[in-house]
C-alpha cells in the first residue's frame, strides 16, 4: 500500500497505520483527525466503513459501532458490500435513525507515465485561473469549488479554441488530491477523459500527493476512465447519515 494511502485511512478511519495494515477488522470511534478527506463528510459522522486491504474498517458513533462489532466481527471483506448485506445493515441503521447515504469505490495511481495528447491543444489553470469556470456546468465534475476540498489543478483539452474537455484536482487533504472530469459529449468515447486525467496524475504526483478517483458502482464509462489512465482499485468505502426527508 502506498505510504500516503497509508497515512489517509489512519486519519480517516481513527486508527494506526499498524492498524490498517494487520488483518484484523478495526471498529473505531469517530475522532475528526485534522488530516481526515472531508469533501461531503455527513457530520455528526454516524458510521464510515472502508474495504481496504482485505479486511473492514469502521468508524463513527459508539452505540452503531458497537452495533457493528456484534454483527460483523467476523464478516468476510471481499462480499462484504453484496446487496443482502446491505440491506441488513440498513435495517439495522433504521433504529439510529439513519441510512445508507454514499458508496464507492475509489482508485488510485503511483506512478507518472508519458501521455499522448494527439492533436489536442493542453491548457493548464491554477486555482486563480479554475475560478473562472465557477458555475460551468459543462465542468462540475472537474471542479467542486469547495471549501473543503479547493480546487488546485486543472487541464483542458482544445481543438481550434474550443474546450472540449476539462480534468481538475481538489486537495481533499494533506495526501491525497482527488480527480474529476468532463467531456463535452459530442467527443466522449475517444479517449480524451483517459488523456485529461493522465495528465493530471502526472501533475498530481509531481506536486508530491497521491491522485485518486472516485466514481458510482454503477458507472462504468467512469471506471474504464480510471483504468485507462493507469489507476487501480484501491479501496471501496460506505458512509451512513440521517434519514433523508
Same mark, same amino acid.
Given at each position: 500500500?502506498?505510504?500516503? &494511502?497509508?497515512?489517509?485511512?489512519?486519519?480517516?478511519?481513527?486508527?494506526?497505520?499498524?492498524?490498517?495494515?494487520?488483518?484484523?477488522?478495526?471498529?473505531?470511534?469517530?475522532?475528526?483527525?485534522p488530516?481526515?478527506r472531508?469533501?461531503? +463528510?455527513?457530520?455528526?459522522?454516524? &458510521?464510515?466503513?472502508?474495504?481496504?486491504?482485505g479486511?473492514?474498517?469502521?468508524?463513527?458513533?459508539?452505540?452503531?459501532?458497537?452495533?457493528?462489532?456484534?454483527?460483523?466481527?467476523?464478516?468476510?471483506?471481499?462480499?462484504?458490500? +453484496?446487496?443482502?448485506?446491505?440491506?441488513?445493515?440498513?435495517? +439495522?441503521?433504521?433504529s439510529?435513525?439513519?441510512?445508507?447515504?454514499?458508496?464507492q469505490?475509489?482508485?488510485?495511481?503511483?506512478t507518472?507515465?508519458?501521455?499522448?495528447?494527439?492533436?489536442?491543444?493542453?491548457?493548464?489553470?491554477?486555482?486563480?485561473?479554475?475560478?473562472?469556470?465557477?458555475?460551468?456546468?459543462?465542468? +462540475?465534475?472537474?471542479?467542486?469549488?469547495?471549501?473543503?476540498?479547493?480546487?488546485?489543478?486543472?487541464?483542458?483539452a &482544445?481543438?481550434?479554441?474550443?474546450?472540449?474537455?476539462?480534468?481538475?484536482?481538489?486537495?481533499?487533504?494533506?495526501?491525497?488530491?482527488?480527480?474529476?472530469?468532463?467531456?463535452? !459529449?459530442?467527443?466522449?468515447?475517444?479517449?480524451?477523459?483517459?488523456?485529461?486525467?493522465?495528465l493530471?496524475?502526472?501533475?498530481?504526483?509531481?506536486?508530491?500527493r497521491? !491522485?485518486?478517483?472516485?466514481?458510482?458502482?454503477?458507472?462504468?464509462?467512469?471506471?474504464?476512465?480510471? &483504468?485507462?489512465?493507469?489507476?487501480?482499485p484501491?479501496?471501496?468505502?460506505?458512509?451512513?447519515?440521517?434519514?433523508?426527508?
Amino acid at each position: 500500500m502506498h505510504p500516503l &494511502l497509508l497515512r489517509q485511512l489512519a486519519a480517516d478511519f481513527c486508527i494506526s497505520e499498524a492498524n490498517v495494515l494487520d488483518r484484523n477488522h478495526h471498529f473505531t470511534v469517530f475522532t475528526p483527525h485534522p488530516d481526515r478527506r472531508r469533501y461531503l +463528510e455527513i457530520t455528526p459522522c454516524i &458510521l464510515k466503513i472502508a474495504v481496504a486491504n482485505g479486511k473492514l474498517l469502521f468508524t463513527g458513533r459508539e452505540d452503531v459501532l458497537a452495533r457493528c462489532r456484534d454483527l460483523y466481527t467476523d464478516a468476510d471483506a471481499p462480499w462484504f458490500m +453484496e446487496a443482502p448485506n446491505l440491506a441488513k445493515l440498513n435495517g +439495522e441503521l433504521a433504529s439510529f435513525d439513519a441510512q445508507i447515504r454514499y458508496r464507492q469505490p475509489f482508485f488510485t495511481a503511483d506512478t507518472a507515465r508519458p501521455v499522448d495528447t494527439g492533436n489536442f491543444t493542453i491548457q493548464r489553470y491554477t486555482p486563480e485561473t479554475i475560478a473562472a469556470f465557477k458555475g460551468d456546468k459543462r465542468f +462540475e465534475d472537474a471542479f467542486g469549488f469547495c471549501a473543503d476540498a479547493p480546487d488546485m489543478l486543472g487541464v483542458a483539452a &482544445l481543438k481550434d479554441g474550443e474546450i472540449l474537455g476539462m480534468a481538475g484536482a481538489s486537495a481533499d487533504s494533506p495526501y491525497l488530491w482527488q480527480i474529476g472530469v468532463n467531456v463535452l !459529449p459530442e467527443i466522449r468515447g475517444h479517449g480524451v477523459a483517459a488523456m485529461l486525467v493522465s495528465l493530471l496524475r502526472n501533475d498530481v504526483l509531481t506536486s508530491g500527493r497521491l !491522485p485518486f478517483y472516485g466514481t458510482s458502482i454503477s458507472h462504468l464509462a467512469s471506471q474504464r476512465v480510471a &483504468l485507462n489512465a493507469g489507476f487501480l482499485p484501491a479501496w471501496f468505502e460506505l458512509v451512513a447519515g440521517p434519514v433523508a426527508d
